[in-house]
């Protein structure tokens, strides 16, 4: 299997590709979106697009990055990413918005399309991610789609909070929003 194209009601994620350098820069290269190391320069960014390209070929069947496309407008507007976890054994939820994609929903939309993959598709068994402690939208993004605190962590350096759902927990929020529909 490789990484499939999922679709929303408004977003479609599909795997990165070369020829997505310049919108992986947008992305990359704005220093209020990746704070912590953005890529300064288109070919900085070049560089980071490969080495994820090839991160990705390395991983299980079905994990990688998305690039997340606006479906109306076809424009990418962030990425989000599920990808063996360098913390622990469980599976890493990762997303990033393009600024313009700020407070639109298209996080939680995103992430919760890559949850059902996980949880559906592959069977994971639990999803993590890493939030830093200051990244507010980002805590009410894991909020929404179901992840619980679980504790502090050091990450890269930063105070983090690890946040974590695993796929029972995610069967019964799917039973409980079904029912409440």
């Known amino acids: 299997m490789t990484l499939p194209t999922l ?8 795997a990165w590709t070369e020829g997505d350098a310049g919108a992986f820069h947008e992305l990359w290269g704005d220093p209020r979106v990746i704070w912590w190391g953005h890529t300064a320069t288109p070919e900085a960014s070049l560089r980071k697009l ?3 390209l090839a991160r990705c070929a390395t991983m299980p069947e079905g994990l990688g ?15 989000i990413v599920l990808q063996p976890a360098s913390y622990d054994d469980t599976t890493e939820l990762g997303y990033h918005l393009a600024r313009d994609g700020w407070g639109r929903g298209y996080a939680t939309e995103a992430a919760r399309a890559a949850l ?12 993590s991610a890493v939030v830093h402690v200051d990244n507010h939208a980002s805590h009410r993004v894991a909020a929404r789609v179901g992840l619980r605190a679980s504790g502090p962590i050091t990450y890269n350096g930063m ?3 690890l946040y974590e759902l695993s796929r029972e927990e995610a069967l019964a929020l799917d039973g409980a929003a079904s029912a409440a529909t």
């Open 7 to 14: 679709l929303t009601g408004r977003l479609r994620l599909r």
């Open 65 to 79: 990055w998305w690039a997340v496309e606006a479906r109306d407008t076809r424009r990418v507007v962030g990425n």
């Open 159 to 161: 105070p983090h909070v």
């Open 116 to 127: 059902c993959h996980g949880f559906s598709t592959l069977r994971l068994p639990v999803v």
């Open 50 to 52: 490969a080495e994820v």
